[in-house]
């Protein structure tokens, strides 16, 4: 059975989290070049378990709010997991930052997507400037954004919010020969952990992932189906709008990228078989995050295959995951279920970026609050619920 996000909660009251007031979401100054340490091998990190053995504690800390037991539904259940997560009964959120990784991909070229593929760097010159649905949300929520070249086939202009880790420029086209080499896979997730560990000296707890990527879809579709396992149809959506006959070209282009690699079932080989540099590159992110005992908000189907390859390589790190929301192509209701995710929102969104992401975190950020602001029953003197015979 696959890892569930949250562990099972007992019938009445979730085990909250709680703590300190949350600061404000703070801009990170962190350097447009992360340090590149190119020589040093892939290693899966070592991730923590949840700290189980708190949640007694956390449950009786959330039932001693001025509220009836369980009444604030999943966001106990969401302060429950951020305790366990931090190992702490006072979690903080701090500095949560919304990264989007950026990448290009060879099957672009097959008519996989609706829209060619110079649409990648116009939108990360979007999200530089400031004008995305990324960059809305993310300021209506008071999160910083942080844009990472990870395999964009030109080259960006340099930019404070910007970090140029391209591994390739655009993957290898996966319909004539692997996207990916091991190697090339390895140094995603390498720099995918750089960056969260760039992060996390700074002081930050928390990372909201989100991508770009001209044909990223079909590749998630490609990984979703390898990982979940489930087959090909269940995997394949309209992604960026496909109409019936772009649908049918994608599903028939996807069938012979498969037929080329039938028997990838293990995460790194499916990263080489089908790419994308920012798919691979984003769950590096999620396993050093989970590694630092971080939360993971995970956004839609993209980010939801990036967060599968991670929990294959180490399923412990689907512990650090919280599901932002149910996309409006159904095909990410496959990838949810390998994971055991049940998302906090659906709106019916399936723009990628981030966006359900930063649309969830006001939500993430009000289960902590509850937990670290609202008044017990005996600080309030409030009478407690009567003891029934």
């Known amino acids: 059975m696959a890892p569930s996000a949250c562990p099972p909660l007992p019938p009445r009251a979730w085990t909250p989290v709680g703590n300190t007031a949350i600061p404000q979401a703070e801009k990170l100054p962190i350097a447009p070049e992360v340090p590149r340490m190119t020589d040093r091998p892939w290693q899966t990190p070592a ?12 449950l009786a800390r959330i039932d001693a709010k001025t509220k009836p037991p369980g009444s604030l539904g999943r966001l106990e259940e969401i302060a429950l997991q951020l305790g366990l997560m931090q190992a702490t009964t006072e979690p903080v959120l701090r500095a949560p930052t919304v990264l989007v990784f950026a990448g290009d991909h060879g099957f672009a070229a097959e008519g996989v997507s609706p829209y060619p593929p110079e649409v990648t760097p116009q939108m990360v010159a979007n999200f530089l400037a400031g004008g995305a649905g990324i960059n809305v949300f993310a300021r209506a929520a008071g999160l910083p954004v942080k844009v990472v070249d990870a395999g964009i086939a030109t080259e ?27 190697a090339e896979v390895a140094l995603c997730l390498t720099r995918g952990a750089q960056v969260v ?13 989100g991508e770009m990527g001209i044909g990223n879809s079909s590749a998630a579709a ?22 019936s006959a772009g649908l ?37 992110a999620i396993l050093e995050a989970a590694s630092r005992r971080m939360l993971v908000v995970v956004d839609g189907l993209i980010a939801t295959s990036a967060a599968l390859v991670a929990a294959r390589i180490a399923p412990a790190a689907a512990g650090y995951m919280v599901f932002a929301h149910a996309s409006g192509d159904r095909s990410h209701a496959t990838a949810l279920a390998a994971l055991g995710g049940r998302p906090l929102l659906d709106l019916g969104l399936r723009l990628g970026e981030g966006s359900g992401a930063a649309l969830a975190w006001p939500l993430i950020a009000a289960a902590a609050a509850f937990l670290a602001e609202m008044a017990t029953f005996d600080s309030a003197g409030v009478s407690g619920r009567a003891v029934e015979a």
Not at 52 to 57: E, G, I, V
Not at 255 to 273: C, F, G, I, M, S
């Open 47 to 58: 991730i923590p378990p949840l700290a189980q053995h708190l949640a007694a504690a956390l």
């Open 248 to 284: 049918t070209r994608k599903r028939d282009v996807l069938l012979r990228v498969q037929q080329r690699h039938p028997d990838v079932r293990e995460p790194l080989a499916a990263l080489a078989a089908f790419g994308g540099c920012e798919i691979a590159m984003m769950a590096g």
């Open 222 to 243: 490609l990984l979703t189906s390898a990982l979940a396992p489930a087959p090909l149809d269940h995997c394949v959506g309209i992604g960026a709008g496909h109409d």
């Open 197 to 209: 560990a760039a992060l996390a000296a700074q002081g930050c707890n928390a990372i909201l992932p």
């Open 156 to 182: 960006m202009p340099a930019h404070p919010d910007l970090l140029a880790l391209k591994v390739r420029a655009g993957t290898r086209n996966a319909l004539h020969e692997p996207a990916l080499t091991a």
